[in-house]
């Protein structure tokens, strides 16, 4: 092997290698790891400060409304369902840290609760919306013609029924649960990012790499998987963090018209819908909710943005 | 050699044929009319031999080898011909068996080659890919050898640069990658389609270097499309000029260098600036290239053609000349050669 190689040309002059041996000496000793592209992602992550704090807000407040249950019970003492009349409208005290609401709830408590639900709507929903969403694009994009016009039918009809009368209709059907909302926005979610998608993979489908990996062979499967999914992941990221974002929007207005989720299960939608009406007796009702929906939203946008930087291979 | 040549269209006891293409017509069914971009183009590559593809952007170059490799889209399609090779008609091969054939027994390397890779994956990456997606090989296996590969094509620390990404790397270096990754299961035939027309002259001469090296070493037949005549000069051993969608002259190349017979051959050489001689113009062959809609019945050179018109030859404009052999080896489709009844 080594006989071969040095008939080779270095890049830089004519001459052929023997030197190649000492080429190899100074960079034996730095043998690299392959790098996975997610490896290398990662590091820019980590040097992106205000996406960091994001992620660390938003983390933070994933784990106490997982353990919402354990930290009422244990750690504050109190059942977020349990009424007392005679505490209404409590404004921040000792015993009840964030004030109590129109039935005397603790609203700390509520407000962890309710960020479960909230939270999981978001995310399971964007998880259908960014599954369904992802695969028919890429279908539709890859293979066009009469399978693209017959997504791209399907969507246009889909988007042109008004999604409030929509859910009116849903809803008359099914109680609004959080499982039912789940699904629901899940499913009227996706054609967003499917338009999104089939229009990356049109462009994409077209470049030199991916007729050049035609031409060595790759099936339909390696194609898109391989080499059309990775470079249209990016953007599918940062819309899907961005969409957990709307979905949590989107839920506290549909509590607001009274089709969100129904009371006693607590979500940060209801109880700011509830709120609106007693905003003169405790606006401490009103300020906490508001606040952790603002800063949910909000952490999930720069996250959003944060991965497309961390994501796009041609930044460095 | 005392195996006959097989569909060889001349000479003696040559090699055996790799590659035959016979009446291969590419069309473009576009809305303003169908483009004729490749129409009845006759060639075949010998084992283990550089052959060079040369005329002018649009002549047809790159669409013949796409359509070898059926890589062509619609808009277009293949409409007539036959493709065979190594024995194997292409044109009829089911999809599943021809994509096996692609990359293991064909491959084909393009002009630009940063964009031929994936901008996601490092090169080694890319290399391996091919590796696992043709001998099975596992992802460590495939790695080992993709390093020894990139090695081979010159990158004297393969190692650490089977790591890069491909904006990392410069465009003679992302070449040798595509070289590597094309030549990376010892195909019987390479079509380079212009490998070094986006690299600048010096490494051009290295890229190409490389590419007769390795061709030579694993007995791969090349066809080497340019518009270059230089590297035509320098690199292949036979040689077909295409102009308008058909194939206008076939020759070894020191005979065509030395005899150019067709017009647009001679006017093709008389247009190569000479290094050092100082001229208030450059010879230029008068006119266009016809439109490939609309083109004339006859040859489609005889607009341009300054010969016909000294030889007051009418057939030219009605008559279509056929590839004719004029001595061993040396073919030309011209009726200022050929015999014919006077219209």
Redesign the interface.
């Known amino acids: 092997?080594a006989e071969?190689?040095k008939?080779?040309?270095?890049?830089d002059e004519?001459e052929p290698?023997d030197s190649?041996d000492r080429?190899?000496e100074?960079?034996?000793a730095?043998?690299?790891e392959?790098?996975s592209?997610g490896t290398i992602a990662l590091r820019r992550l980590l040097r992106d400060r205000l996406t960091i704090i994001a992620l660390g807000v938003i983390g933070l407040l994933v784990v106490v409304s997982v353990l919402a249950n354990v930290i009422s019970q244990e750690f504050l003492g109190v059942d977020p369902n349990s009424t007392d009349l005679q505490i209404t409208f409590q404004p921040p005290s000792k015993e009840h840290l964030l004030g109590t609401d129109q039935l005397g709830r603790d609203q700390l408590s509520r407000l962890l609760v309710g960020g479960r639900t909230s939270l999981a709507i978001g995310f399971f929903g964007a998880i259908i919306a960014l599954t369904v969403g992802v695969s028919v694009g890429l279908l539709a994009g890859f293979f066009g013609g009469r399978v693209d016009d017959l997504v791209m039918w399907f969507i246009n009809t889909l988007q042109s029924i008004p999604q409030i009368f929509l859910l009116l209709i849903i809803f008359a059907l099914f109680a609004p649960t959080p499982t039912w909302l789940v699904i629901i926005l899940g499913f009227l979610g996706w054609v967003g990012t499917t338009r999104l998608v089939r229009g990356e993979v049109f462009s994409v489908r077209e470049?030199?790499?991916v007729?050049?990996?035609?031409?060595?062979?790759?099936?339909r499967a390696?194609l898109m998987g391989?080499?059309i999914l990775?470079?249209v992941l990016p953007i599918v990221i940062v819309v899907t963090a961005i969409d957990i974002g709307t979905l949590i929007l989107i839920e506290s207005a549909l509590s607001f018209i009274g089709l969100g989720v129904q009371p006693p299960t607590a979500t940060w939608g209801n109880m700011l819908a509830k709120a609106q009406q007693y905003f003169h007796l405790g606006p401490h009702l009103i300020i906490f909710p508001g606040l952790l929906i603002t800063i949910t939203v909000l952490c999930l946008f720069i996250i959003g943005d944060g991965l497309r930087d961390a994501l796009d291979?041609?930044l460095? | 050699m005392d195996t006959p040549a097989r569909l060889s269209d001349e000479g003696e006891g040559a090699p055996r044929t790799i590659l035959d293409v016979r009446g291969l017509k590419t069309y473009f069914y576009t809305d303003d009319g169908v483009v004729k971009a490749v129409d009845g183009v006759d060639f075949s590559v010998r084992e283990g031999e550089v052959f060079g593809l040369v005329g002018e952007s649009g002549c047809g170059k790159s669409v013949t080898a796409l359509s070898i490799l059926r890589l062509v889209d619609s808009p277009g399609e293949t409409v007539d011909g036959t493709v065979t090779f190594d024995g194997e008609s292409l044109l009829e091969l089911p999809e599943d068996d021809m994509n096996k054939l692609r990359g293991s027994r064909m491959s084909i390397i393009f002009q630009q080659p940063i964009s031929s890779l994936n901008p996601v994956f490092s090169v080694g990456d890319q290399v391996a890919e091919v590796l696992q997606l043709h001998e099975g090989l596992g992802k460590d296996e495939a790695w080992i050898k993709a390093v020894d590969l990139l090695d081979q094509v010159g990158f004297p620390d393969a190692e650490s640069r089977a790591n890069a990404f491909p904006h990392e790397m410069s465009g003679g270096q992302a070449q040798r990658v595509m070289i590597a990754i094309a030549l990376a299961l010892k195909p019987s035939l390479l079509i380079a389609d212009e490998p070094t027309t986006a690299l600048d002259v010096t490494i051009q001469a290295q890229i190409l270097d490389l590419l007769r090296d390795l061709s030579r070493r694993w007995k791969t037949a090349v066809i080497l499309i340019t518009h270059d005549l230089g590297v035509i000069a320098e690199m292949v051993d036979r040689v077909a000029v295409m102009y308008a969608g058909r194939i206008v002259e076939l020759s070894n190349v020191r005979e065509l260098f030395k005899t150019p017979k067709h017009p647009y051959t001679v006017g093709l050489m008389e247009s190569i600036p000479v290094l050092g001689q100082v001229k208030d113009r450059l010879n230029v062959i008068p006119g266009s290239v016809p439109n490939l809609i609309n083109l004339p019945p006859g040859c489609r050179f005889a607009p341009r053609c300054r010969p016909r018109v000294e030889n007051g030859l009418e057939i030219c404009i009605q008559v279509e000349p056929d590839l004719e052999p004029l001595a061993a080896g040396h073919l030309a489709s011209c009726w200022l050669y050929q015999d014919h009844d006077e219209v």
Do not use: C
């Not at chain 1, 007729?211 to 099936?219: F, I, K, P, V």
């Open positions: 092997m071969q190689v008939t080779f040309r270095r890049e004519g290698i190649l080429y190899l100074g960079t034996q730095a043998t690299v392959p790098l592209f470049r030199d790499y007729t050049a990996s035609r031409a060595l062979g790759a099936s390696t391989r080499h990775p470079n291979p041609r460095k």
